[in-house]
């Protein structure tokens, strides 16, 4: 596996990997990795291009009292990983080297990102965004692989990459999970004994309406009061928000059907998780 930190290596690496004529293959993430950036590695991989992997702890998409000071990095750990499922080339620029002093220009989605996480976190997606763009721009790949876990930022860089005209076919990923449900995220770690368990409000309120759509109730404000009964359960957890959203415009919808979606954000102690369910398929 080739490593770059400098825009000026990934530039030489990547020019030497392209001769061999191979598409490129982009998962972006911000490290600290698990299996569910792993499965993401794997998905990529199966496309048998060159397979690129960034890693950068974005600083842009943190606000300022956000966790981008404490955000867990373990980059000796990951390379090893990442070499082991076979990555051609690790990106794991340091912060100057993608924000430069004086750095001002944003790439902000003016409506969707308005909703959901980014009305709790301003600036956020705009950060997001902004990076994203650098990597398409910096590595120009064929495809790049997102989670599904985190579905507000999926669907903004499937438009990005379409209202942009970037050129890159962007693939989603199942959301990977612990055995007891809970979504694998690198924030998992900060969560302290007692809060573990408090976690998990996220898939079971998920999975309670899973279970009273599956019975057929379709509306949203029905729904929400099955979530909010298993939320009851769960003490610690405090609900940031829960939304019942079209899978085409993720805006708020008062019937469910298939292929929208279920987003619902919770704090438990410090830490912030995320989690959805897309109607009609499995958790
Ligand atoms: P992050 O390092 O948290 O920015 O995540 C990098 C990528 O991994 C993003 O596209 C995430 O959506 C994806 N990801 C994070 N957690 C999971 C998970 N549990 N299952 C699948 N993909 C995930």
């Keep these: 596996m080739k490593k770059a930190t400098r825009l000026q290596d990934l530039k030489k690496t ?3 990997l392209r001769r061999s004529g191979k598409p490129v293959c982009l998962v972006p993430t911000m490290g600290f990795l698990h299996e569910g950036h792993l499965s993401l590695v794997r998905a990529a991989r199966r496309k048998k291009g060159i397979l690129v992997v960034s890693l950068y702890v974005n600083p842009l998409q943190f606000g300022p009292k956000e966790d981008y000071k404490h955000y867990p ?4 750990r990951d390379a090893r990983l990442l070499q082991n499922e076979g990555v051609d080339l690790l990106f794991a620029p340091g912060s100057k080297e993608m924000v430069r002093p ?4 944003r790439v902000t ?10 009305a709790q976190r301003q600036g956020h ?4 965004l902004t990076v994203v763009s650098q990597l398409f721009h910096l590595i120009r790949p064929q495809t790049a692989y997102f989670g599904q876990k985190d579905f507000q930022q999926l669907f903004l860089i499937r438009k990005l990459a379409q209202e942009l005209f970037y050129g890159v076919e962007i693939k989603g990923v199942k959301t990977v999970r612990e055995a007891d449900g809970l979504a694998l995220s690198s924030r998992n770690v900060y969560l302290k004994k007692g809060e573990r368990q408090q976690a998990l409000v996220l898939v079971h309120g998920l999975a309670a309406v899973q279970e009273a759509y599956r019975q ?3 509306r949203s404000a029905h729904l929400k009061k099955v979530f909010y009964r298993v939320a009851k359960g769960f003490p610690l957890a405090k609900l940031q928000y829960l939304g019942f959203a079209s899978g085409e415009t993720l805006k708020p919808v008062e019937v469910l059907k298939k292929g929208d979606v279920v987003l619902a954000a919770t704090t438990v102690g410090k830490t912030r998780l995320i989690d959805n369910w897309i109607a009609g398929g499995a958790l």
Excluded at 109 to 118: A, F, I, P, Q, T
């Design 109 to 118: 989605e003016s409506d969707v990102s308005r909703l959901w996480c980014g």
């Design 125 to 128: 997606f705009t950060g997001v």
């Design 73 to 76: 990095r373990n980059l000796a």
């Design 216 to 218: 057929g109730e379709k």
């Design 14 to 16: 990547l020019q030497a």
């Design 102 to 105: 004086g750095f001002s220009v």
